[in-house]
Each structure stands twice: as C-alpha cells, then as structure tokens.
C-alpha cells in the first residue's frame, strides 16, 4: 500500500517539486478577490499548470466533479475573521475518508504555534495523520509560528519556522508549507531539519510577485521543494501566467528574469 501513497506523493510532487495552489481563502473571509467566481478561479490554476489546488469539501466534490481533474487536495481545518480570540483556532471539518470520496488526492491542515489553542490543532493534526496513515494519503500539514505564545530561542534565526517543520514531519505530514524565514542560510536550517518536501507559502499581500520570484530562488537554493501560494496567483490580474513562471523557476530551473516573461 505504501505505493500508492508514493503515486499520490509524485502525482502532485513531481520529481519532488511542486506549484500548489491554495484557495481555501474565502472560507475564512469573504469576499476574497480573485476567489469570487470559483470556477475562473480553479480553471485558470489548472490552465496555468498547477500541480495541486488546496480546497474545502464541498469545493472539493463541486470541482472534482466539473472539471474531472484529480489533483485536488482538501483542507480539513477552518476558522473565520469573525472568531473574535478564537479566530486563529483552526478547527476541523472534514475526515480523510471523506475527502477521498469527495474527489481529493491528499489532505491538508493548519497549526499556528503559538496560539492559545495550539495543542488542540497538534491533536487534530496528529488524528489527520493518523486516518491518513491508514489509507495511505498525502498530507500537508500549514505551519505558522505566529501566535502570542510564540516563544522562540534567541540563537534561533528561523524564527520558529524550522521548528514548525519539525513538528510537521514528526507528527506524520508528507509535506510541510512554511514561511520564508529572511534568508537563505535561515532557510537552509529549515530543510535541512527534515526529509520531506518544504513549500514556501506567499508571504505578506504587499510583496510583489518579481520579489516572490526572487525569494522562491533562494528557497530552491536552500532546498525547498516549491511553493504552496494563494493571494500572489489568484488575485492576480493573470493567475495562469503567474503559475507558468512558477513553473519555470520550480521545475525547469528558470531564474526569476527568464521566469517573469511568462508574465501576462
């Protein structure tokens, strides 16, 4: 059984390396540019090239559905802006056998370190991969060192983000999307912390996408696998272009300039 989840794995990792596509977004707030019609949204990332697209359940059946496409992944954890103190607390609303039935080829969920709620989303985490486990199904485990709680070790330059990793990978995740940690040599440490594959997330909505460009080199020169980016895509004028260049930089060694002519 372990090759099928290795099928799975190079299905949407392949060779390793992977331009995913989170859309969960507009769960968690709406309206949500770029997210308002779902299916431009979709078409437009499985035009582009994208290697797996992150969703909800019920996005998940709808799409699966529609487009016959098979490299979905279901997000099993939520919250919302309007949870007041309990609105980083990611709750979970969706079983592994479920989202398999529903059309999805892997899982994924969120853990913020550092919340007050953090050791309910490592024990949710921890059920995920587990039932996971048993069925032989990627997951993505998001980790973000954010919360107020955070305490971090002042030789530590990463952040706490090769300490989110870590976590990821030894309670059961496939696969880990982080964020960027400032530098190369930060960054190292944090692949370097685990064997399995480091997505780079999409940092701050301020950050243009010539400057995501750039730091997506420098992640791949540290070791990371790829990207796991939302906002900078599909809230983009020319989401499937913005793919391609990523595309080009992930699986065909592009640099940031020769990636950027893909640009729409």
Request: hydrophobic share 40%; proline share 6%; charged share 20%.
């Amino acid at each position: 059984m372990a090759d099928l989840l290795s099928a799975r794995l190079e299905a949407i990792l392949p060779g390793g390396k992977g331009v995913w596509v989170p859309m969960d977004h507009s769960s968690s707030a709406f309206p949500e540019k770029g997210l308002e019609d779902s299916n431009l949204s979709v078409d437009a990332a499985i035009e582009g090239g994208a290697d797996a697209i992150i969703l909800h359940k019920g996005a998940v059946s709808y799409h699966s559905s529609r487009t016959g496409w098979n490299r979905f992944v279901c997000h099993t954890s939520v919250s919302t802006s309007h949870g007041g103190a309990r609105s980083q607390d990611k709750v979970v609303v969706a079983t592994v056998p479920e989202c398999l039935d529903r059309g999805a080829i892997g899982v994924s969920a969120q853990v913020n370190l550092g919340d007050p709620a953090e050791p309910e989303m490592i024990q949710r985490m921890g059920s995920i991969t587990t039932a996971a486990h048993k069925l032989d199904t990627p997951v993505l485990g998001m980790f973000y060192p954010r919360g107020p709680n955070l305490s971090l070790d002042p030789s530590d330059t990463t952040g706490g983000v090769a300490h989110a990793a870590r976590l990821a990978w030894e309670i059961g995740c496939n696969v880990v999307k982080v964020p960027w940690t400032g530098s190369e040599d930060s960054f190292r440490i944090v692949t370097s912390s685990v064997p399995i594959p480091v997505l780079l997330s999409g940092g701050p909505r301020k950050t243009s996408f010539i400057e995501t460009l750039e730091i997506v080199e420098k992640s791949i020169n540290a070791g990371g696998s790829g990207v796991c980016i939302g906002r900078l895509v599909f809230a983009s004028d020319d989401p499937s272009s913005h793919i391609r260049a990523l595309r080009a930089m992930i699986h065909d060694g592009a640099n940031p300039e020769e990636a950027s002519r893909h640009l729409g």
